[in-house]
């Protein structure tokens, strides 16, 4: 069944048309603060440039807490949003009075029950599933094109992953690398201000404080979020950001989930090694998700563990490279 007909299913509780009324006050991009106290340094040249024609994209230099984005009446899309981590960040959205979420899943019964729960709460028709085939590019793009049509756009895309599973490193790397990157070109393509009807948005790439660290258990997996990390910069710079009005920012999560499925198959080394990791709920990562969609700058990479939030600072190679030999 193709997407477009899924999306027009009477059982299948997938988006139905609906519209948006957004009053003269909200706006998807807060105005530049005139009252910005630091003053700017001089490497933010391109602050001053875009002021004169990009003034609602802006990133304000350094200040700490500039707002991007309201939250309220944005259309939202979580990509493995049924379950565990994506399940917390969509329940987060529509606290924050998200206009609608939307799941997309790839087991229909896991994203069903999860629209139904969130609708048991929120009201009806403020979330729906869509079947996803993550290793589908082109169904990335219908969601995002038959969204536009439906309601203007989706603002707010949240590319969740699903669980390591080292032992299938054709799947990890499918659904915790090639997923994002597809969802990310998808919505660069989509999202872009210079759209009909649309302002910009942002995506949200989540991976791990393993695509900082290494895990030595699950190196596949590590190298799937260290690509996650290094795709959000590059496609994060000001440049892109300027150009288009989307800002791709990166969340690392620490341990949350204590039925990983590698933990149950693995030696006792692995749980071992486990052991002693503080887990977080995943409502933790929800509230990091919506504090990055209103505050974090285009390119930024962030962690939440312990429940706390951190904003990193990667350094530049150069700063901390040593000169071994002269070839």
């Known amino acids: 069944m193709k997407l477009l007909q899924r999306f027009n299913h009477p059982t299948s509780q997938i988006c139905r048309t609906g519209s948006r009324n957004f009053s003269k006050?909200?706006?998807?991009?807060?105005?530049?603060?005139?009252?910005c106290k630091q003053p700017m340094k001089k490497s933010s040249k391109v602050h001053l440039e875009a002021k004169k024609s990009c003034q609602?994209?802006?990133?304000?230099?350094?200040?700490?807490?500039?707002?991007?984005?309201?939250?309220?009446?944005?259309?939202?899309?979580?990509?493995?949003?049924?379950?565990?981590?994506?399940?917390?960040?969509?329940?987060?959205?529509?606290?924050?009075n998200a206009h609608k979420v939307l799941i997309a899943h790839p087991n229909v019964e896991i994203g069903i029950k999860a629209?139904?729960?969130?609708?048991?709460?929120?009201?009806?028709?403020k979330a729906c599933y869509i079947p996803l085939d993550f290793q589908k590019s082109?169904?990335?793009?219908?969601?995002?094109?038959?969204?536009?049509?439906?309601?203007?756009?989706?603002?707010?895309?949240?590319?969740?992953?699903?669980?390591?599973?080292?032992?299938?490193?054709?799947?990890?790397?499918?659904?915790n690398l090639k997923n994002i990157m597809r969802g990310t070109l998808a919505a660069m393509k989509w999202m872009p201000k210079e759209r009909k009807s649309m302002k910009g948005g942002i995506v949200v790439n989540v991976a791990?404080?393993?695509?900082?660290?290494?895990?030595?258990?699950?190196p596949i997996w590590t190298g799937t979020k260290h690509g996650v990390v290094g795709l959000s910069k590059a496609l994060g710079f000001h440049?892109?950001?300027?150009?288009n009005g989307v800002r791709v920012v990166c969340l690392c999560p620490g341990k949350d989930n204590p039925n990983d499925p590698l933990e149950l198959k693995a030696p006792d080394q692995v749980k071992q090694y486990n052991q002693g990791v503080v887990r977080q709920p995943p409502g933790k990562v929800g509230s990091a998700v919506t504090y990055l969609i209103r505050y974090a700058p285009s390119g930024s990479v962030w962690v939440v563990e312990n429940s706390t939030l951190f904003k990193t600072k990667i350094p530049d190679r150069k700063t901390f490279s040593k000169i071994v030999d002269l070839l």
Not at 29 to 34: N, R
Not at 82 to 92: L, R, W, Y
Not at 208 to 218: H, I, K, N, R, Y
């Open 56 to 96: 609602s994209f802006l990133e304000c230099g350094p200040c700490s807490k500039f707002k991007y984005m309201d939250i309220v009446c944005k259309i939202a899309l979580v990509t493995g949003g049924g379950s565990s981590i994506g399940f917390a960040i969509a329940n987060e959205l529509l606290c924050q």
């Open 208 to 218: 791990s404080t393993g695509g900082l660290d290494s895990e030595s258990m699950a």
């Open 25 to 35: 006050t909200t706006k998807l991009y807060a105005a530049v603060p005139d009252n």
């Open 138 to 175: 082109e169904e990335f793009e219908e969601i995002f094109k038959i969204m536009h049509g439906k309601f203007g756009g989706i603002d707010i895309l949240v590319n969740n992953t699903w669980p390591l599973n080292d032992y299938k490193w054709e799947h990890d790397v499918d659904a």
């Open 239 to 243: 440049e892109h950001f300027l150009s």
């Open 115 to 125: 629209v139904e729960a969130l609708e048991n709460v929120y009201g009806k028709d």
